[in-house]
């Protein structure tokens, strides 16, 4: 079973910027990976996802302001948020290998003043 750890979330103002981390184990390193959130009250999204290449895709709601990257030799997998904004705020989750079922446990990121 492949296990998968979230890490970085907390507390910033809007305009501030956080590094998300998720540290995976298994043979994990050549699969796609992505990054999701889910508000209160609201389903799951996508946010972004990198293939094993680095090649990334990115939602509209995040594209320019976050990036996705990742260390195969590490099994990480990272999210740098910059320009955050209130919407922003929500659990995020990381989901490797991506499409699978297999989730961290999330991490809180919350953006308010």
């Known amino acids: 079973q492949v296990q998968l750890v979230e890490s970085g979330g907390g507390l910033v103002q809007p305009g501030g910027s956080l590094r998300l981390s998720c540290a995976g184990s298994g043979n994990i390193s050549i699969y796609a990976m992505g990054w999701y959130r889910q508000a209160p009250g609201k389903q799951r999204e996508w946010v972004a996802h990198i293939l094993y290449s680095g090649s990334t895709e990115y939602g509209g709601s995040v594209k320019g302001r976050f990036t996705i990257s990742r260390d195969n030799a590490k099994k990480m997998g990272y999210l740098q948020m910059n320009s955050l904004k209130p919407e922003d705020t929500a659990v995020y989750y990381c989901?490797?290998?991506?499409?699978?079922?297999?989730w961290g446990q999330g991490t809180q990121v919350t953006v308010s003043s």
């Open positions: 989901n490797w290998p991506l499409g699978s079922n297999n």
